[in-house]
């Protein structure tokens, strides 16, 4: 059974820092794709940034410029991080990791992350 587990959120004044790492675990094949989402309260949950196997990225325009997103796929580790600078109180979300293989795709638990002003 694959398993999604978050971890680095927190709270943060704005203009700070956080890191974002997630770890799948359960298989031996490396995924097609691992994306961060985020759900901010009353809102719909958004894709805030995508990394493909061929190491293609895409963002949110919002983010672009303070979020990049990298995996570490060595020994199949299925690990993805979000690097988030200059934080903004809008940014303040529960973040989902995701991660796709070609049949199923599969969910973390989500992380919260609060921007004070």
């Known amino acids: 059974q694959v398993q999604l587990v978050e971890f680095g959120g927190g709270l943060v004044r704005a203009g700070g820092s956080l890191k974002l790492s997630c770890v799948a675990s359960?298989?031996?094949?490396?995924?097609?794709?691992m994306s961060w989402y985020r759900q901010a309260p009353g809102k719909q949950r958004e894709l805030v940034a995508t990394?493909?196997?061929?190491?293609?990225?895409?963002?949110l325009d919002s983010v672009k410029g303070r979020f990049t997103i990298s995996r570490d796929d060595a020994k199949n580790k299925n690990t993805v991080y979000l690097q988030m600078n200059n934080l903004k109180p809008e940014d303040t979300a529960v973040y989902y990791c995701?991660?796709?293989?070609?049949?199923?795709?599969?969910w973390g638990q989500g992380t919260q992350v609060t921007v004070s002003s």
């Open positions: 995701r991660a796709d293989w070609i049949f199923q795709s599969y």
């Open positions: 359960g298989t031996g094949f490396r995924a097609n794709s």
């Open positions: 990394v493909l196997s061929d190491e293609t990225l895409d963002y």
